[in-house]
């Protein structure tokens, strides 16, 4: 599963270049999800404990996250990711135009990947789910103390921390509006 992964990866790097050669992204991280995790989610789905079941009835068994540094950034990845060979879009979700609730903005797509596999001395076929979900960084920085702090026990005046943690979201959403638009005085002049 992590040479998948970093083949993957290897590709969106590749092809996630603009029209000038810059990368699209500041950088790409990935996770593969820990046997613990997988062998929960497998078990409430009712599904038996295999490696096959984990890569198929599992939609982020393998996550990929891309960072970029403008929003502009983030659709332009998207785009890349669409047009990937051996990839379908299963589904996509933008929480950048379409915040959650608590304030939450990332780009998320599940990809239905393919690829062939060399196994005693034949090829097969296989197919497998990959969660992607693009940020800018300001958007990845805000989900990163959002997650520490959620899952930090005894908080007092929780109404209060989420209040708050939602007027920093939208603060960052205007920063992320700010600097696109810097950008793009920079490029037109």
């Known amino acids: ?36 995790s997988t062998r929960e989610k497998l078990g409430r789905l009712g599904v ?7 890569l198929n009835s599992i939609t982020d068994s393998i996550g990929i996250r891309i960072v970029c540094l ?11 990711i669409r047009n990937l060979p051996g ?9 950048i135009l379409n915040a959650k609730a608590n304030g939450y903005r990332s780009y998320h797509m599940i990809l239905d ?6 196994v005693n001395d034949s090829m097969l076929h296989q197919s497998y789910y990959v969660e992607v979900q693009l940020r800018t960084i300001a958007m990845d920085t805000w ?31 205007a920063c992320d509006v700010s600097m696109q638009t810097i950008r793009q005085i920079i490029k037109g002049a």
């Open 1 to 36: 599963m992590e040479e998948i992964m970093k083949r993957m990866v290897r590709d969106i790097e590749s092809d996630c270049r603009d029209s000038a050669g810059d990368k699209l992204f500041e950088h790409i991280s990935c996770r593969i999800k820990s046997d613990a």
């Open 70 to 80: 403008f929003i502009d950034d983030v659709y332009e990845c998207v785009k890349v």
């Open 143 to 173: 989900a990163a103390l959002e997650h520490e702090m959620k899952y930090k026990k005894d908080i007092k005046n929780p109404e209060l921390i989420a209040g708050e943690l939602k007027r920093c979201a939208n603060d960052l959403a």
């Open 113 to 118: 990947a393919e690829y062939d596999e060399h």
């Open 87 to 95: 990839c379908s879009v299963v589904q996509e979700k933008n929480y």
């Open 48 to 54: 038996m404990e295999d490696e096959q079941n984990a």
